[in-house]
């Protein structure tokens, strides 16, 4: 078995950057072949909301901007060859394809052979939430694209000693901060190793001021909704609560149910790597953490600090908070195949590719199969949307639940009605109505339909609604009546009649009209 020492290159010799062009490329094709075609669910589909406005207000909760995601969707929504929803999911199948290229050229640069780095991005592209993530609009695949794009600039430093490497690096990571806040995890970890770089005497004195400076300018976007923040409180409390925590303190410094988690977070990883070749992950993380490199160990430390990230984050989808470790857990495989490369056969690269591609087998079969297990993992369903296939298969080619369901629930309501939404099936309400003009005599009572004032009225405990709508001449509705979709008055004071695709809503001892 190979130490990985040093890299040994392939014969005859691959140009990188071939190699991580073909990567990316032919990644894209499978994200934009198998691309969501238009309107989506759940937060997915807020950001097609939120893109298309270029909105950048999200009052008390500024973390959850992800300005960087926004701006690349908004701008690909004016090229003219598709529409808003299309743009921003095509946003994020460009920043996951270049991701998966990223984990390509590292692996290439970190074992020197071309087969394993290949398998190392097959791995990393056709992983579960790597792939479902791909295919609608979500901030994962940027976050994945610019941790590896830091890898590779301290790659490039490590072995040219070239200052420039460490400012694009640290300018990529102010970028990767102005799309998910995760990236501090990697700013903690190589703004450490260069500081230590810059004691140890390698790196020119200048580097902190201006690397500090390059920061600053890449998280350009995160200052400006902070900014907003502020003149919205006026209070630099709150402006860096809702800017660095928001509303979700609790699951961010979560330290309670670790097993469960933890337990939780090993299927997680098992689905998206359910192929043999993942175990020579621990191969991989070995080989590098021997090898005398600097940067094969904080490849071996981010895999650890964002696994323990996501393991311990306590939120419905914990799932997609895995996706930065996959960079470097494909990274470690690719690296634990290269080790043992020499001991397997003639015929080793064939059979391995064909091990890597178990995994779209897999999600195939797999909600056919839990189906006939009877195994539940959702409250309930949603019209046009089986939850097997919605939840197991990450494609998401012809899936047009959304705007179906979006359509026909407001051509169905009668005029001045109200709707509440929770916050999965409201993003298409309202891009309908928002962005495409439809039904604007409706008020849809959802996150991001209304004020945070207005909005938590609605969905407080204020029991005197239902007359002042009914005074208003407004028959109210809500998309669900299962109690954790819907205001816990609603549940107290009214009861539900189906009424299509929602429930309408009338107070006790009335008569459905």
């Not at 939120?315 to 080790?339: C, E, K, N, R, T």
């Not at 020499?342 to 189906?371: D, S, T």
């Not at 004020?451 to 005074?471: C, H, I, N, Q, T």
Request: hydrophobic content about 55%; aromatic content about 12%.
């Amino acid at each position: 078995m190979r130490t990985l020492e040093e890299p040994v290159a392939d014969s005859p010799r691959v140009g990188r950057g071939l190699l991580w062009l073909v990567s990316v490329a032919a990644a894209l094709v499978l994200y934009v072949a198998t691309l969501a075609p238009d309107l989506v669910w759940q937060d997915s589909g807020d950001y097609q909301l939120a893109a298309a406005r270029l909105d950048f207000s999200r009052p008390g909760d500024a973390v959850r901007v992800h300005p960087w995601f926004l701006a690349v969707a908004w701008a690909l929504g004016h090229v003219g060859l598709w529409n808003y929803a299309q743009a921003a999911n095509l946003a994020s199948a460009i920043g996951t394809a270049l991701a998966a290229g990223n984990v390509v050229l590292l692996t290439r640069l970190v074992t020197g052979r071309t087969w394993p780095a290949v398998l190392g991005g097959i791995t990393f592209a056709i992983g579960h939430a790597v792939w479902a993530h791909a295919v609608v609009a979500e901030t994962y695949g940027w976050a994945a694209a610019l941790v590896s794009a830091e890898c590779l600039c301290a790659w490039a430093w490590r072995t040219r000693r070239q200052a420039g490497w460490l400012l694009l690096l640290l300018l990529i990571n102010g970028v990767a901060i102005s799309n998910h806040l995760m990236a501090v995890l990697s700013l903690a970890v190589f703004g450490l190793w260069v500081l230590a770089e810059w004691l140890r005497g390698r790196a020119p004195w200048w580097i902190p001021p201006a690397g500090a400076a390059c920061w600053l300018v890449g998280g350009t976007l995160y200052w400006i909704v902070v900014g907003m923040e502020y003149v919205r409180t006026e209070s630099v409390l709150a402006t860096l609560r809702s800017a660095t925590v928001g509303a979700w303190g609790a699951s961010i410094f979560n330290l309670s149910d670790l097993a469960g988690l933890f337990g939780k977070s090993v299927l997680y990883v098992g689905l998206n790597y359910p192929t043999p070749v993942a175990l020579a992950i621990f191969v991989g993380a070995w080989g590098l953490w021997r090898r005398r490199d600097a940067v094969g160990r904080l490849m071996v430390i981010l895999a650890v600090l964002y696994f323990a990230w996501a393991a311990r984050y306590k939120v419905a989808d914990q799932y997609a908070f895995f996706v930065p470790f996959y960079v470097f857990g494909s990274v470690l495989i690719g690296a634990g195949l290269a080790m043992v490369w020499p001991r397997l056969g003639g015929l080793k690269a064939w059979v391995l590719v064909a091990l890597a591609l178990v995994p779209i087998a897999a999600y195939a079969v797999l909600p056919a199969e839990a189906r006939r297990a009877g195994y539940v993992f959702f409250q309930r369903e949603l019209p046009y949307r089986d939850p097997y296939t919605f939840f197991l298969q990450p494609w998401r080619r012809g899936d047009s639940s959304a705007r179906q369901f979006a359509e026909e629930v407001l051509e169905a309501l009668p005029p001045g009605a109200v709707l509440f939404s929770d916050t999965t099936p409201a993003p298409p309400l309202l891009c309908l109505q928002k962005l495409e003009g439809r039904r604007p005599d409706v008020q849809i009572a959802a996150p991001g339909g209304l004020e945070p004032a207005v909005l938590k009225r609605y969905w407080g405990s204020a029991k005197d609604l239902m007359p002042e709508f009914e005074a208003e001449g407004r028959r109210v509705f809500v998309v669900t009546d299962h109690g954790a979709y819907m205001p816990k008055w609603m549940a107290e004071f009214t009861r539900r009649a189906a009424f299509g695709h929602v429930s309408e809503v009338k107070r006790v001892g009335e008569v459905a009209k």
